[in-house]
C-alpha cells in the first residue's frame, strides 16, 4: 500500500511539473483561459458538492470569462 501512495505522489507532482512547462508559452489571452478554467472547475465542484456536471460547466464558465477579460492587444 506505501508503494501505491508514493507512485501516486510521483505521479500527480510529475504532472504537475508537466503542466507548468506546458504553459511557459502561451499568450496571455491562452494563460487566463486556463486559469479561468482551473478556478471555475474548482468553484464549480464546491458549489454543487463534487457533481461532475457542476464541474464541467464551472469549468466552461471560468474560461470564457478569462478569455473575455483578457485584451487581445499585444504588450
Given at each position: 500500500?506505501k ?12 504532472a ?7 504553459c ?16 471555475g472547475?474548482v ?15 464551472g469549468a ?13 492587444k499585444?504588450?
Amino acid at each position: 500500500m506505501k508503494t501505491l501512495q508514493t507512485l501516486t505522489k510521483v505521479t500527480l507532482i510529475g504532472a504537475t511539473v508537466a503542466a507548468f512547462a506546458g504553459c511557459a508559452d502561451m499568450t496571455p489571452k491562452q494563460r487566463n483561459t486556463a486559469i479561468g478554467a482551473g478556478a471555475g472547475a474548482v468553484g464549480g465542484a464546491i458549489l454543487t458538492e463534487g457533481s461532475a456536471l457542476g464541474t464541467l460547466g464551472g469549468a466552461a464558465v471560468g474560461g470564457v470569462i478569462g478569455n473575455v477579460v483578457t485584451d487581445d492587444k499585444k504588450k
